[in-house]
């Protein structure tokens, strides 16, 4: 009966141990989704900067190593960007960005080589 009476007041003991637990989780979790919002704000260039360059697209090339097209005016900048050092690779005019890939011509491309495999 002794195992009966101590194994009753666990129960408890072990809901306020998950309460605790589920609010420090909670706890960590704002914390977190506060932190990045406040690291999201602080990078995002403001004002005149921020209207003035974009970056169209990056790539890793590197442990370290990234190439870069920034747009600033009209142009797009092909950068190379390494430990201390950024450097012009190339210069193009301004492109309007396609959203869409562009399907309807890669399907017809297909069912032309599908079709022409066929015919042998």
Not at 49 to 67: D, F, H, T
Request: hydrophobic residues 50%.
């Amino acid at each position: 009966m002794n195992a009966l009476a101590q194994s009753a007041p666990a129960s408890p003991e072990l809901g306020s141990g998950l309460l605790q637990m589920a609010l420090g989780f909670g706890l960590v979790l704002v914390l977190l989704i506060g932190s990045l919002w406040l690291l999201k704000r602080i990078s995002t260039p403001h004002g005149v900067a921020g209207q003035l360059l974009k970056v169209v697209s990056a790539i890793g090339v590197g442990p370290r190593e990234r190439v870069v097209i920034v747009e600033i005016e009209e142009k797009w900048l092909v950068l190379g960007v390494a430990p201390g050092r950024v450097t012009v690779l190339h210069e193009l005019p301004r492109r309007e960005l396609a959203n869409e890939p562009h399907l309807p011509e890669f399907a017809a491309k297909l069912k032309s080589l599908l079709d022409r495999g066929n015919a042998h």
